[in-house]
């Protein structure tokens, strides 16, 4: 199938579920796909049209020649693909949540589009992963280094270090479900994106961001430390809350779904 016969809807998978009169757009990170928000998305689809989709990096999308790392060099060329995504499915207003890179590809995209956003949640995102002598972005250039050698000498061995380092460990059904995500991504696509995203310094994108936002952090993620979250509260300009949520590692909606619904609802206005 060809990129033109192709419409971005099929693509990437994208479905429309649930009831309610308000739309939110659940945005998968770096190596999962749309199937990390299940355990959340029960308690979501009451209360809201609930929009599901994959990057084109994802494993789990049918046609992986659509994705071409030389075109996604930058968050920019997501959030193009975020904004065609719902002007297809003719959606405005929405409630963006936004996992890990896609927290900033949704600011990005509130920039560009701010009609089509309503209020922004971004889960473990940071602007900037990596850090300097005024910043605390988690980690040092030379662990980026190291990673990226690691994912080019064995993939393998990578993808186990990864997962162990992103979920709760002592969580084995989650564990195991993230490695599927990641297992099935294509080898060719991950170095390129790794380095777009743990090489990326979206710092100045934050001032710009004016739609209203919901930072949520967990209170042991091992790549995003809780002090990225207050510095993108102070960064943003629209009106910016942080949510902690007790959880260990990066993925709430994984191994602390309960309470990451709880904090969602919370937020949100809505009961569990």
Not at 31 to 50: A, E, F, M, N, R
Not at 75 to 88: N, Q, T, V, Y
Request: charged share 20%; glycine share 6%.
């Amino acid at each position: 199938m060809s990129k033109l016969e192709t419409s971005l809807q099929a693509a990437m998978n994208a479905r429309i579920i649930g009831s309610g009169s308000e739309t939110m757009v659940l945005a998968h990170g770096f190596g999962g796909d749309q199937s990390l928000w299940d355990k959340i998305l029960p308690y979501l689809t009451k209360h809201y049209q609930v929009l599901l989709f994959d990057w084109l990096f994802s494993g789990a999308v049918k046609y992986p020649n659509l994705y071409d790392p030389l075109r996604y060099s930058s968050f920019d060329a997501f959030a193009d693909d975020l904004i065609a995504l719902m002007d297809e499915l003719h959606l405005t207003s929405s409630v963006f949540v936004g996992h890990s890179m896609s927290g900033m590809i949704g600011c990005i995209a509130s920039i560009k589009r701010p009609q089509l956003f309503s209020r922004l949640i971004l889960i473990g995102a940071s602007p900037r992963y990596i850090n300097t002598d005024d910043y605390e972005g988690g980690l040092e250039g030379a662990t980026i280094d190291n990673m990226i050698t690691s994912i080019e000498s064995g993939y393998e061995n990578w993808t186990l270090s990864f997962v162990k380092l992103l979920v709760d460990n002592n969580d084995p059904l989650s564990v195991e479900h993230y490695l599927r995500c990641l297992k099935s991504m294509n080898p060719e696509f991950v170095v390129p994106l790794a380095k777009i995203v743990f090489c990326s310094d979206e710092r100045e994108t934050l001032e710009k961001v004016t739609t209203p936002c919901t930072i949520i952090q967990t209170t042991n993620d091992l790549v995003v430390p809780e002090s990225v979250a207050h510095y993108m509260q102070k960064k943003i300009k629209g009106e910016t809350t942080v949510e902690i949520v007790k959880a260990d590692r990066h993925l709430p909606q994984l191994t602390a779904h309960l309470e990451l619904v709880h904090v969602l609802g919370r937020v949100l206005g809505f009961e569990i």
